[in-house]
């Protein structure tokens, strides 16, 4: 991550918080990192959070500005997202019939894809239809929508507030 900021132009890094943080001051924060780096490197996941805590001009009740940046280069550069898809795009060839899916996401954009294979039975999202034009389903809802952390649980593991729980059963 340190080295694709600091290689990495101002377009690419607004681009990624943008995309993968859903961050609405990428700009801001894209041009302070480029202005910064330019002063000198940027070393330390501190001086990032610092760094992008003085771009960002209107903080969220109780979560550090820098929360979707740092989320979004993780996702970026550990390729998170192709990651589920190569996942989800095995898993009619390897789920019995019955057999259950479960799957936890900590992202609106992880939760999108999980949501969208589990009505499709795709990673394209494409429904697929029989001969007769009907929508053919893989999978149906064990719970509808998605189980989330209980209060109790959230104030016991705060890192669960984000978490979303979707189960589907292979038909």
Do not use: C
């Amino acid at each position: 991550a340190a080295h694709w900021l600091a290689e990495a132009g101002e377009q690419a890094i607004a681009g990624v918080l943008r995309v993968y943080g859903e961050e609405r001051f990428a700009r801001r924060i894209a041009r302070k990192i480029v202005e910064t780096r330019k002063e000198q490197s940027i070393r330390t996941t501190r001086q990032l959070a610092e760094l992008i805590e003085g771009a960002v001009p209107v903080r969220e009740r109780n979560r550090h500005p820098a929360t979707r940046s740092f989320q979004a280069i993780r996702i970026y550069i550990n390729r998170e997202l192709e990651e589920l898809e190569t996942v989800l795009a095995q898993v009619p060839d390897v789920l019995a019939a019955h057999g259950r899916l479960a799957v936890i996401s900590f992202h609106s954009l992880e939760d999108r894809v999980v949501k969208k294979f589990v009505k499709t039975g795709n990673v394209e999202g494409v429904q697929e239809k029989d001969e007769y034009g009907s929508v053919r389903k893989i999978f149906k809802e064990v719970v509808k929508g998605v189980v989330q952390a209980t209060e109790a649980e959230r104030k016991e593991n705060p890192r669960s507030i984000s978490a979303k729980l979707r189960i589907a059963e292979r038909l």
